[in-house]
């Protein structure tokens, strides 16, 4: 029987929260009274949780396991899933369990009042550092200045998504993913839904600051042509005040001050101008690595075993 529901969870060595997972997910869904099904995607687990989703699998038939062949990240893990995912709404969620399972209910209910898109706002947030929190925050605050489109604030990937949202996104097969940018992207109508978002189930955070760092990069060269104008600006400062101070040094030579002379200054633009031209040159290398992925035609991902696809 066709799911009406599809959750997807990424998976990288989460053993130790899985049979939650599992129960809490099955506990809400079942309430529904509708079909639904699980898609466990393993991305590279190290510490038996393959294993265990294969038992998950076993005691269960609405519960998908997809297995990658290496660790591919978690934003192609989740794209796996929206691939695989049969159901006409489609609900991402991360299995440590800091998104609550319980409020698909409420964003069922919105999917079921016309929107398209339900993505889940985190109104609190447990079990986090303040440098966490502040990182975070500045994030998302930046990320919706500065971007093309307008990503709604404090927003995770936890979110429902329409079949025809999960088709528009499928074909998307950018390299580098955004997925909570380019489903504010594809438009349609959506809606926020407020929670409290818990601490961790088990395990430690899989998003380290390396992590997050790299997810604001892809964000913003993804989203935004911001740092290719900044670092115009940046060209046209430089050079106007070199315009600035050549007739300023040139008369004070002629005068005969002593404050132009030697190689000190020389030496001070030579480096000045150096460190703009490297920074200008680090922000176009951004840019042209993403075009040299997509133009290598490489597959986002490489599954070790999953179910067969759904034929279009």
Avoid at 59 to 81: K, L, S
Avoid at 208 to 215: A, D, E, T, Y
Wanted: include cysteine; glycine fraction near 8%; charged fraction near 25%.
């Amino acid at each position: 029987m066709k799911p009406t529901f599809s959750i997807i969870a990424p998976i990288f060595n989460e053993f130790e929260s899985l049979p939650e997972l599992r129960r809490r997910v099955s506990e809400v869904m079942d309430g529904l009274g509708e079909p639904w099904e699980l898609l466990l995607i393993d991305d590279g687990s190290t510490d038996g949780s393959t294993e265990r989703i294969r038992e998950l699998a076993a005691q269960d038939e609405r519960i998908r396991p997809i297995i990658f062949a290496r660790n591919f990240g978690h934003q192609i893990a989740v794209t796996a899933g929206l691939d695989y995912s049969r159901g006409d709404a489609v609900v991402i969620i991360d299995a440590d369990l800091q998104d609550p399972p319980e409020l698909i209910a409420e964003m069922v209910a919105r999917w079921r009042e016309g929107y398209e898109v339900v993505y889940a706002v985190r109104a609190e947030r447990e079990g986090e550092s303040a440098f966490k929190l502040w990182t975070a925050s500045l994030f998302y605050r930046i990320i919706y200045r500065i971007t093309d489109v307008k990503i709604p604030m404090d927003t995770g990937d936890f979110r429902l998504m329409d079949r025809k949202v999960v088709n528009v996104m499928n074909s998307m097969r950018e390299k580098a993913r955004f997925l909570r940018g380019m489903s504010a992207w594809v438009g349609f109508r959506q809606v926020g839904v407020p929670y409290k978002r818990a601490a961790r189930f088990a395990g430690s955070t899989k998003y380290p600051f390396r992590k997050m760092l790299k997810l604001a990069i892809t964000a913003i060269t993804g989203f935004s042509h911001l740092p290719l104008q900044i670092a115009t600006w940046i060209g046209f400062v430089a050079a106007g005040i070199s315009l600035i101070f050549i007739p300023i040094v040139i008369i004070e030579r002629l005068i005969g001050k002593q404050a132009f002379f030697g190689q000190a200054t020389t030496l001070v633009a030579v480096l000045f101008l150096g460190g703009v031209q490297l920074i200008c040159l680090g922000i176009l290398g951004e840019y042209i690595g993403r075009i040299y992925d997509e133009v290598k035609g490489r597959p986002l991902y490489i599954v070790r075993e999953a179910p067969e696809k759904e034929q279009e």
